[in-house]
C-alpha cells in the first residue's frame, strides 16, 4: 500500500510512518520544514507540502492509496486544524484516494452524557482551544459527504508516548473508559489503529475512536 502522512515529524505521524514501514508499506512523509525530516526512518520518502493547500495535498496524493492527516498545530493556532482538514479534503475531492484524518477527543461525547468539549472535568479551559478546533474539525468531515472517501479518528482522552502493545478497543462516539474510570491509548497503539483502518476499512463516512 502507498501512504502519505501529513504531520510525518509529529508525535502521532512519526509514529505511523513508522508503524506503516515496518508492515511493509510505501510512505512518503509531508512535512513544511525539510529540516524536521531528520528524525524519520532513512526508508520514507520525504516530500515538502501543506495540508492547509490544497494542491500540494492533491499534487502529493497521486498514485497514493491512502493520505493520514496526523497535523497538530501550536498552542494560539489551533483554528488551522480546521484550515488543515479543509485543505485535505479539498485536495483529496474527486481523487479516490482515502483520507483517514486523525482528531481529537473533544468532540466526542462523555459516558451517559453531553459533549467531552463541554465537561471541564475532560477539559480543562487550557485545552477547550484545541477541543473546540477538534469539534469542528469533525463537522468540516461531516459537510464533505461522500467528495471523499474519509474517516475520521479520535483519540481518547489521554494520548501520550508509551508502548506498543497492539492491543485497543473501538467505539463510536462515545468517549471509552477503562474499569477505573481512564481514557487512555498510547500513541504507539493509537499509530496501530490508524495503520489497522488503512489496511481493512472498517469505518468509512464516519469516526470513530479508540481506547484501553
Known amino acids: 500500500m502507498r501512504i502519505t502522512v501529513f504531520g510525518?515529524?509529529?508525535?502521532v505521524g512519526r509514529r505511523v510512518v513508522a508503524e506503516a514501514l515496518s508492515r511493509g508499506h510505501q510512505v512518503t512523509a509531508a512535512v513544511r520544514d525539510r529540516a524536521r525530516a531528520g528524525t524519520l526512518p532513512p526508508a520514507v520518502r520525504v516530500r515538502t507540502g501543506d495540508a492547509t493547500v490544497p494542491a500540494d495535498v492533491a499534487r502529493l496524493a497521486v498514485g497514493q492509496d491512502?493520505?493520514?492527516?496526523?497535523?497538530r498545530p501550536a498552542p494560539g493556532s489551533e483554528r488551522l486544524l480546521v484550515t488543515a482538514a479543509e485543505g485535505l479534503l479539498a485536495g483529496l475531492a474527486g481523487t479516490?484516494?482515502?483520507l483517514l484524518l486523525v482528531g481529537g477527543a473533544g468532540s466526542?461525547?462523555?459516558p451517559g452524557g453531553g459533549p467531552v468539549l463541554d465537561d471541564p472535568a475532560w477539559v480543562p479551559a487550557a485545552w477547550r482551544p484545541i477541543a473546540q478546533a477538534c469539534t469542528d474539525q469533525l463537522a468540516v468531515c461531516r459537510r464533505a459527504g461522500d467528495t471523499v472517501d474519509w474517516t475520521?479518528?479520535?483519540p481518547p482522552a489521554l494520548l501520550e508516548p508509551g508502548v506498543r502493545t497492539g492491543g485497543?478497543?473501538?467505539?463510536?462516539?462515545?468517549?471509552?473508559?477503562?474499569?477505573?474510570?481512564i481514557s487512555a491509548v498510547s500513541m504507539e497503539d493509537f499509530a496501530v489503529a490508524l495503520v489497522d483502518e488503512a489496511e481493512r476499512p472498517r469505518h468509512r463516512g464516519t469516526r470513530f475512536t479508540v481506547g484501553y
Open 168 to 181: 485497543y478497543r473501538v467505539g463510536g462516539d462515545e468517549l471509552l473508559v477503562d474499569a477505573h474510570g
Open 152 to 154: 475520521h479518528i479520535s
Open 8 to 11: 510525518a515529524a509529529g508525535n
Open 66 to 71: 491512502v493520505v493520514i492527516g496526523a497535523t
Open 108 to 110: 466526542l461525547t462523555v
Open 96 to 98: 479516490g484516494t482515502r
